[in-house]
């Protein structure tokens, strides 16, 4: 027999006390409002390890990924989350009349889908859109070469290095990455512009940057 003025939970009976409580519920019985999406997809790309999020490519870690999926999760607002990957599970924490925190699992259907970014598309395909030129003696350009080489790297990439007789050529990803990295140095190359095709109805250029050292 229960004690006059105990608060027990109206679906399962059990007391507070022995149990967190949400209003006239026990946690487990509390009919938490919470909206799991069922067609979530990560895009990861197998060469670079770049993932799409919210329509970008980028370099994301763990904590990334699991706060993009966290915010795609609707309903009553959870103190914080955590996403087990290996399981496919959401785990909430909400806060209940004890002022404590409970914890909520659901199972979280998304996708983890393999695939190429198009920056990689294009460089297995041999795409440029630049040739940075390197003239003159070899022992003045080096250590700028390398340099210039590091840069790229963080903002495009690098399709091909070409040593010619009369220097080196570096075929780059982008042009404006390129025109801004060696702006950024204080270089001043000698520009050419080639036209190299369409893309959708406009016409696409490849940029020669000729240095002389």
Do not use: H
Request: net charge positive.
């Amino acid at each position: 027999m229960f004690m006059q003025g105990e608060e027990l939970c109206i679906k399962c009976g059990a007391k507070r006390g022995t149990k967190q409580f949400k209003g006239l519920f026990c946690a487990d019985c509390y009919n938490w409002n919470i909206r799991i999406p069922r067609n979530v997809q990560i895009e990861i790309c197998k060469r670079c390890g770049r993932a799409r999020i919210r329509g970008e490519w980028k370099k994301a870690i763990e904590r990334e990924i699991q706060d993009y999926l966290l915010s795609k999760i609707k309903g009553e607002k959870f103190e914080r989350g955590a996403i087990d990957f290996k399981n496919k599970k959401a785990i909430l924490y909400f806060m209940v009349d004890s002022n404590e925190m409970v914890r909520v699992e659901r199972d979280y259907p998304f996708t983890i889908l393999e695939t190429t970014c198009p920056e990689c598309s294009r460089k297995a395909g041999g795409y440029f859109e630049a040739i940075i030129q390197f003239r003159g003696n070899p022992q003045k350009y080096a250590g700028k070469k390398e340099k210039i080489e590091r840069m790229l790297r963080k903002k495009t990439f690098i399709t091909k290095e070409e040593k010619l007789k009369e220097g080196i050529d570096l075929y780059v990803g982008s042009s404006k990455e390129a025109a801004e990295v060696l702006k950024e140095l204080g270089l001043k190359p000698v520009l050419s512009r080639k036209l190299s095709g369409l893309k959708e109805g406009k016409r696409v250029y490849r940029t020669t940057f000729m240095m002389r050292f």
